[in-house]
């Protein structure tokens, strides 16, 4: 019902910024929640930052907090991830989810995935 597309990712030097877009089709309503994880080589799949579609609420893991911003523009269906400052630690690929509703920093709690978008910052 809910098809996502990431796009946005790329090679970057440390303290540059990127943004990555998650664009939606299909069926949405306003009560989803769309989330931001992320995977580095070898490790499991991080929360790294979730909001409801509308954007009433928007909560983002520790390790992002300060730099990284969701965003999101209804009438394009599509959310942004704003980062900020990025380190080489924010190596991995990005991943935008969707859940029916409600605030989740699971994987599992997220139905639709979309393909992700490598982002790979150099020192």
């Known amino acids: 019902q809910v098809q996502l597309v990431e796009s946005g990712g790329g090679l970057v030097q440390a303290g540059e910024s990127l943004r990555l877009s998650c664009a939606a089709s299909g069926r949405t309503f306003s009560s989803y929640t769309m989330g931001w994880f992320r995977q580095a080589l070898g490790k499991e799949r991080e929360f790294v930052g979730a909001t409801t579609w509308s954007g009433g609420t928007t909560y983002y893991a520790d390790s992002v907090k300060g730099r990284f911003t969701i965003s999101r523009d209804n009438a394009k269906n599509t959310v942004y991830l704003q980062m900020n400052s990025l380190n080489p630690e924010d190596t991995a690929v990005y991943y935008c989810?969707?859940?029916?509703?409600?605030?989740?920093?699971?994987?599992?709690?997220?139905?639709?995935w979309g393909q992700g978008t490598q982002v790979t910052v150099s020192s």
């Open positions: 989810a969707a859940r029916v509703s409600g605030i989740s920093t699971a994987p599992q709690g997220y139905k639709y």
